[in-house]
C-alpha cells in the first residue's frame, strides 16, 4: 500500500468547483481544521478547461468536482493534484485512464444521494401522471374547468432502466404507489429482483408494457441512445418518460420527433444532451415535457451526506489511509502500490 503524505507547506488548496456552495460553508470545516485552505467556485457557472487548467496550477491537491472537464490536458497539467472527489456518483466527465496514468484516484459520494434522486425521478413521474403543471398554470392565469381525467400511476406499469442504487430506490417508491414494476438490467440477480417485488424484462419489453418509464443507467459508450427512435416507437402514446441521470442516453432528435408526432404522453428531464439546453432546443417549445437543471440528487439531505462524502474521501486518502476510500473509487488500482 502506498503512502500518500505529502508536505503540506508546498501545497494544500481544495478547490470546490459545484455551483451550490460560497467560501466559508460549515460543511467544509473538517478540511480547514486538517490545515487546508478551501476555494470555492462562487460564480454559479462550471469552468472551461482552460479556466480549470488555470485553477489547478499552484497548490491544489484536491477537487471537489461538478460537472467540469477532467480531460487528460486538464489532468496533465495539475502538478499538485492528489485526488479528485466528484460531488454525486456520475463519473462521464473525468478521463479516468488518464487519472489513473496520473496516479490520481476519483472518487464518488456512492451511497449519499439515491433516494433524493428516486424520489425527484418519482416525482417528475407523478406531476406529469396528474397534470399538476398545466392545472398550476390555468388556476393561476384565472381559469377554473375541467380539462379531462389524468391517467395517474396508481395500477399502472412503470419499467425501470438500471437498476442500481437509484434505480432500486425508485422501485421501490413505485410498488409502494400501487405500481407493477418491470425492471432491464442485465446485471441485476434475481434475488435483488425478488426483494424489491419486480419483474425482470427485456428492454424492449419495458418500452412496449410500461406506462412510465425511468431511465437510471450510467453513461457510457453502450448506453449512448440507449432511448431512440426505435425504442420510442414501441411506447404506448400515453406512457411517460423520465430521465434523471445523463442526458447522452437519450436521443433528443428522436424524442423531440416522437412528441411532434404525440407519441408519448409526458416527458420529464433533469438531464440533457447538452448542458446547459440550448435556447433553440426544440424540446422547449412542448407543453407536456416537465424541466429541471440537472438538480435531482440536490436535496437538503444529499447537500449533506455528499458532501461529508467527498470531504472525508480527501481527508482520508491524503491522510494516509487510502484503503478507506476503496469502495468509492472507481480506479481503486492506483490505490495499491
Not at 149 to 177: E, Q
Request: glycine share 10%; aromatic share 8%.
Amino acid at each position: 500500500m502506498i503512502s500518500v503524505r505529502y508536505d503540506m507547506t508546498k501545497a494544500r488548496k481544495i478547490l470546490v468547483n459545484t455551483e451550490q456552495f460560497k467560501n466559508g460553508d460549515a460543511l467544509f470545516e473538517p478540511l480547514i481544521a486538517a490545515g487546508y485552505s478551501v476555494e470555492v467556485n462562487e460564480t454559479f457557472r462550471l469552468p472551461s478547461e482552460a479556466e480549470l487548467i488555470e485553477k489547478l496550477k499552484d497548490g491544489v491537491v484536491a477537487t471537489i468536482a461538478g460537472g467540469e472537464p477532467y480531460t487528460a490536458r486538464v489532468l496533465e497539467t495539475a502538478p499538485d493534484l492528489k485526488i479528485v472527489a466528484r460531488w454525486g456518483v456520475g463519473y462521464d466527465k473525468v478521463d479516468v485512464a488518464a487519472a489513473t496514468k496520473a496516479g490520481i484516484p476519483v472518487a464518488m459520494a456512492f451511497g449519499a444521494n439515491h433516494e433524493s434522486v428516486a424520489e425527484y425521478a418519482y416525482a417528475l413521474a407523478l406531476a406529469l401522471a396528474c397534470r399538476i403543471g398545466p392545472r398550476d398554470a390555468m388556476v393561476k392565469s384565472g381559469k377554473w374547468f375541467f380539462d379531462g381525467f389524468h391517467p395517474g400511476l396508481w395500477g399502472r406499469t412503470a419499467g425501470i432502466i438500471g437498476l442500481g442504487r437509484i434505480g432500486g430506490a425508485m422501485a421501490r417508491r413505485c410498488v409502494a404507489g400501487g405500481m407493477t414494476v418491470l425492471v432491464y438490467d442485465p446485471f441485476a440477480s434475481d434475488e435483488q429482483l425478488a426483494s424489491l417485488g419486480a419483474q425482470r424484462a427485456e428492454l424492449n419489453e419495458v418500452f412496449s408494457r410500461a406506462d412510465l418509464i425511468s431511465v437510471h443507467a450510467p453513461s457510457t459508450p453502450e448506453t449512448r441512445h440507449l432511448v431512440n427512435a426505435e425504442r420510442l416507437a414501441l411506447i404506448k402514446p400515453t406512457a411517460i418518460l423520465v430521465n434523471t441521470s445523463r442526458g447522452p442516453l437519450i436521443d433528443e432528435t428522436a424524442l423531440v420527433a416522437a412528441i411532434d408526432a404525440g407519441r408519448i404522453g409526458g416527458v420529464g428531464l433533469d438531464v440533457f444532451e447538452i448542458e446547459p439546453l440550448p435556447e433553440a432546443s426544440k424540446l422547449r417549445s412542448f407543453d407536456n415535457v416537465l424541466f429541471s437543471p440537472h438538480v435531482s440528487g440536490m436535496d437538503r439531505m444529499a447537500e449533506r451526506l455528499v458532501t461529508e462524502r467527498c470531504v472525508s474521501n480527501i481527508l482520508e486518502y491524503l491522510g494516509g489511509r487510502p484503503q478507506a476510500i476503496v469502495p468509492y473509487v472507481v480506479n481503486p488500482q492506483v490505490l495499491a502500490g
